[in-house]
């Protein structure tokens, strides 16, 4: 079977380019190429994606990867999504250099099925440059994400001048690109027949976005740093780990407020390392909390083996976000058989049972948040049965051999549909 990818990743090709080592698209590669399938399952991979400067085609062990240069827009262009901020359609003038570029990749690898990963950038494309097979695996949903992708208490206004006046320019048109981003992942989404998801809220945003398109769950396999049992060092001090990217949509916000309440109100000795890109500035203005003055320490992007020393040593993991689908970080922590602590957003309660493999608070509750960590830190019986289960529960969820398993059959049931 020729299996022909689109992803916003690089994946294998040539390993210096992988961030942080690679994510789950990389596991997921090595998890195809490595696994024990039968012969006539065998899988014969192309891997295309955006990066400037590269060969065409690469032969790459047993992969053949197509690097796509990225386009970007004329003086002229940039000038009319000035004049026309609300105009969705202004990206439309980059499609083409896309599908055309994709239609090329298609034609050279002539796959049998084609999975695109994330309807959130350009890759989606792929599905107008070509009539064969082809399925959607769902990452994030900009159609959603795009209602709180500021915070409460966050204006338009205030994101745009968070950085100064010099930064303004930029920011306001980043915002008016979401917007055009959204109408692009729609036009995406309507025009495939088929979706991976693996959460009930990418299922049931599907069935509005594109009630046509057939779902098919599908699993992610983790880092493989993470499979392995390793035994857990609950700390005599509250250790609290977060990773957090840069969207102010990921809840650094709400982070502090927990962290301020637990310093002054609480009063108890404890300190939280957040990983990941942190620009702490717009959320400090807007909650008016020093990161320094709560005990919260940015550590930065950490590789797998960082952060998972971390997380073993640590009471519990919280994640905040404002809206998410299934987040890898809270799997990773599960995994570890560390309690996980996060908000009751999007796709997080497919991942976490409440009570039972985590705990589940409101996003505009920071005071559950605390008690939620209060109760995993003072009970050490229910923090290390919590953690456990979530680590059991997780082992099957992401179990390499079962997830490859799953996507073959997903690819032989979208040709058999598309045929």
Same mark, same amino acid.
């Given at each position: 079977?020729?299996?022909?990818?689109?992803?916003?990743?690089?994946?294998?090709?040539?390993?210096?380019?992988?961030? *942080?080592? /690679?994510?789950?698209?990389?596991?997921?590669?090595?998890?195809?190429?490595?696994?024990?399938?039968?012969?006539?399952?065998?899988?014969?991979?192309?891997?295309?994606?955006?990066?400037?400067?590269?060969?065409?085609?690469?032969?790459? /062990?047993? &992969?053949?990867?197509?690097?796509?240069?990225?386009?970007?827009?004329?003086?002229?262009?940039?000038?009319?999504?000035?004049?026309?901020? *609300?105009?969705?359609?202004?990206?439309?003038?980059?499609?083409?250099?896309?599908?055309?570029?994709?239609?090329?990749?298609?034609?050279?690898?002539?796959?049998? &099925?084609?999975?695109?990963?994330?309807?959130?950038?350009?890759?989606?494309?792929?599905?107008?440059?070509?009539?064969?097979?082809?399925?959607?695996?769902?990452?994030?949903?900009?159609?959603?994400?795009?209602?709180?992708?500021?915070?409460?208490?966050?204006?338009?206004?205030?994101?745009?001048?968070?950085?100064?006046?010099?930064?303004?320019?930029?920011?306001?048109?980043?915002? *008016?690109?979401? *917007?055009?981003? &959204?109408?692009?992942?729609?036009s995406i989404l309507k025009n495939v027949n088929h979706v991976i998801g693996r959460t009930d809220w990418d299922r049931q945003l599907m069935a509005i976005l594109n009630p046509h398109a057939q779902y098919h769950y599908g699993g992610e396999i983790l880092r493989a740093e993470f499979y392995a049992k390793q035994e857990r060092q609950i700390p005599q001090k509250l250790t609290i780990v977060s990773t957090i990217s840069l969207p102010p949509y990921k809840g650094y916000d709400l982070l502090l407020k927990i962290a301020k309440i637990l310093n002054e109100e609480v009063k108890i000795d404890f300190e939280w390392k957040v990983y990941g890109n942190v620009d702490p500035r717009l959320a400090e203005s807007l909650t008016k909390i020093k990161h320094g003055h709560v005990n919260v320490k940015l550590c930065g992007v950490a590789s797998a083996m960082q952060l998972k020393e971390a997380i073993l040593n640590a009471t519990v993991y919280v994640h905040p976000s404002y809206t998410e689908n299934s987040p890898n970080s809270i799997c990773e922590a599960q995994i570890l058989g560390v309690p996980v602590i996060a908000t009751n957003v999007g796709g997080t309660n497919s991942l976490v049972e409440d009570g039972k493999s985590g705990l589940l608070f409101p996003a505009t509750d920071p005071y559950i948040g605390v008690a939620h960590i209060m109760r995993l830190y003072k009970d050490k019986q229910a923090n290390i049965a919590i953690g456990n289960n979530a680590r059991n529960i997780a082992l099957l969820r992401h179990d390499k051999r079962t997830i490859v398993k799953q996507l073959i059959q997903t690819y032989k049931d979208v040709m058999q549909h598309d045929r």
């Open positions: 079977m020729r299996v022909l990818w689109f992803t916003n990743s690089p994946c294998n090709y040539g390993k210096g380019n992988r961030y *942080n080592g /690679g994510g789950w698209m990389t596991a997921l590669q090595d998890g195809i190429t490595t696994s024990n399938i039968s012969a006539e399952e065998s899988i014969e991979l192309g891997i295309s994606f955006v990066m400037n400067d590269q060969p065409e085609r690469v032969e790459q /062990g047993e &992969v053949t990867y197509y690097p796509v240069p990225l386009d970007v827009k004329s003086m002229k262009d940039k000038i009319m999504d000035a004049l026309h901020p *609300n105009d969705v359609h202004r990206d439309k003038v980059l499609w083409t250099h896309y599908i055309s570029h994709f239609k090329r990749v298609i034609d050279d690898f002539q796959p049998d &099925v084609i999975e695109v990963f994330g309807s959130e950038l350009y890759m989606g494309l792929a599905s107008f440059a070509t009539n064969k097979p082809c399925v959607l695996h769902i990452q994030g949903l900009l159609s959603q994400y795009i209602h709180i992708f500021l915070p409460p208490g966050v204006s338009r206004m205030k994101y745009i001048f968070k950085d100064g006046i010099a930064k303004a320019w930029g920011n306001w048109q980043f915002l *008016n690109y979401w *917007n055009r981003s &959204v109408y692009r992942e729609k």
